[in-house]
Nanobody, 115 residues
């Protein structure tokens, strides 16, 4: 089966940084658009950032200038570099892959930002 595995989450103080990774298997990684989403308790899941198979990026207004999405096709891995973290960034972060008319999700990784 298709598998997306997130890693890199954890506890960090406000103003700190984390780098999330999403390792993909059983897909032709280079033809999939990759994205990061997050969901806080009691809130709707929201888009954080997307990087297309061509390398174009899009960000939620709330993270512009602080987060950077990237991909390494040779490693079949997508990344989310998160800087200047705020308590409101606390959520479970999910990796997403879309292509060939299908979409896949990872299991999520917890990010907690303390004040």
């Amino acid at each position: 089966q298709v598998q997306l595995v997130e890693s890199g989450g954890g506890l960090v103080q406000a103003g700190g940084s984390l780098r999330l990774s999403c390792a993909a298997s059983r897909i032709i990684f280079s033809i999939f658009d990759m994205g990061w989403y997050r969901q806080a308790p009691g809130k709707q899941r929201e888009l954080v950032a997307i990087i297309s198979r061509g390398g174009d990026t899009h960000y939620a207004d709330s993270v512009k200038g602080r987060f950077t999405i990237s991909r390494d096709n040779a490693k079949s891995t997508a990344y989310l570099q998160m800087n200047s973290l705020k308590p409101e960034d606390t959520a479970v972060y999910y990796c997403n892959a879309e292509g060939l008319g299908r979409g896949y999700w990872g299991q999520g990784t917890q990010v907690t930002v303390s004040s």
